[in-house]
């Protein structure tokens, strides 16, 4: 499913992000198992219910876009570059988290300043 996400700049927080989606398609199991123990391949985010609906609130902290990391690389570079991209869609049933609930638009692809780790966006869904 396609949710929308939204977008705020906060001076006290930075930025956030908040996806709202119908509670009865939260997928309960993977939520739990994430706030049980956190893959840090996944961006951290706070759940909570609000009238009927499921709302995650995502907040970046010191997190930058994957698209601005972007540049000449060595071959070994981008065997490793591209071994931290598909590694946590290959190893995401162990969280009982489901491959299409990644958010895989680039935009919302982050790392840290040293690009040590790749952070997807996830929607328990």
């Known amino acids: 499913m396609r949710y929308e996400i939204h ?10 992000l908040t996806v709202c989606f119908p509670e009865e398609d939260l ?41 601005y990391r972007y540049g000449d ?17 290959l190893e995401c049933a162990d969280w009982f988290l489901k491959p299409l609930s990644f958010v895989l638009e680039a935009q919302y692809l982050y790392t840290d300043r040293d690009g040590g780790v790749i952070r997807y966006l996830y929607v328990p869904s």
């Not at 977008?7 to 956030?16: C, M, N, W």
Request: proline share 6%; aromatic share 14%.
């Open 27 to 67: 997928d309960r199991k993977a939520l739990y198992t994430i706030q049980s123990d956190w893959p840090d391949f996944l961006l951290p985010f706070r759940y909570r219910s609000v009238d009927g609906m499921a709302e995650c609130t995502y907040q970046l902290g010191n997190q930058i876009k994957l698209q």
């Open 73 to 89: 690389r060595s071959p070994k570079e981008y065997i490793r570059f591209w071994g931290q991209i598909l590694k946590p869609l």
């Open 7 to 16: 977008s705020k700049d906060d001076l006290s927080s930075g930025a956030i």
